[in-house]
T-cell receptor, first 115, second 113 residues
Framework: DADVTQTPRNRITKTGKRIMLECSQTKGHDRMYWYRQDPGLGLRLIYYSFDVKDINKGEISDGYSVSRQAQAKFSLSLESAIPNQTALYFC??????????????FGPGTRLTVL | SQQGEEDPQALSIQEGENATMNCSYKTSINNLQWYRQNSGRGLVHLILIRSNEREKHSGRLRVTLDTSKKSSSLLITASRAADTASYFCATRNSGGSNYKLTFGKGTLLTVNP
């Protein structure tokens, strides 16, 4: 069973629509992250959360919001989707306690297309 | 801004050959990690090297780190077709928000049978 799951896996929406991407994890990690990946640009950090009460903006947070509903759940919302938000979105988790490596564990991704 | 920059952007080799990918970064780091991504899938952690280490091995993977040049290399020996994927370096900075990783743009490796 996957430790980090994302729903939906694929989504096509129209400009101006509100959309939510969901991430759930069973790893028991406190830290969760949302990235977007665009061809040729690698991964860029949108938001990250170190625990339920700690949410921080990443390098490209404009146009996005997040909600950490529980330790295991971290949702990304696009309030009014625009075509340049078409990308592959990844959720990731990490647990630095007892693990100085800060290895991140990634979900399978959500492919979002905004028409 | 992105910390790591991989080189080359794309690499095509024959099965059995070795593949070397390089990563350069800009600021002081705590550690550097390499990840692999199969097409359209999530990233998978491969190996980590700390700033006080110079070389690390894991199976067919060998990573080197030169902090004076702010660069790292990933060597995959005896490559297989199944190694075809994109490879990303990611750095954890030594100051500031310590638990964020900054990813490079990746090297696309194609191993031809």
């Amino acid at each position: 069973d996957a430790d980090v799951t994302q729903t939906p896996r694929n989504r096509i929406t129209k400009t101006g629509k509100r959309i939510m991407l969901e991430c759930s994890q069973t790893k028991g990690h406190d830290r969760m992250y949302w990235y977007r990946q665009d061809p040729g640009l690698g991964l860029r950090l949108i938001y990250y959360s170190f625990d339920v009460k700690d949410i921080n903006k990443g390098e490209i947070s404009d146009g996005y919001s997040v909600s950490r509903q529980a330790q295991a759940k971290f949702s990304l919302s696009l309030e009014s989707a625009i075509p340049n938000q078409t990308a592959l979105y990844f959720c990731a988790t990490s647990d630095p306690s007892g693990s100085p490596s800060n290895e991140q564990f990634f979900g399978p991704g959500t492919r979002l297309t905004v028409l | 801004s992105q910390q790591g920059e991989e080189d080359p952007q794309a690499l095509s080799i024959q099965e059995g050959e070795n593949a070397t990918m390089n990563c350069s970064y800009k600021t002081s780091i705590n550690n550097l990690q390499w990840y692999r991504q199969n097409s359209g899938r999530g990233l998978v952690h491969l190996i980590l090297i700390r700033s006080n280490e110079r070389e690390k091995h894991s199976g067919r993977l060998r990573v080197t780190l030169d902090t004076s040049k702010k660069s790292s290399s990933l060597l995959i020996t005896a490559s297989r077709a199944a190694d075809t994927a994109s490879y990303f370096c990611a750095t954890r900075n030594s100051g500031g928000s310590n638990y964020k990783l900054t990813f490079g743009k990746g090297t696309l490796l194609t191993v031809n049978p």
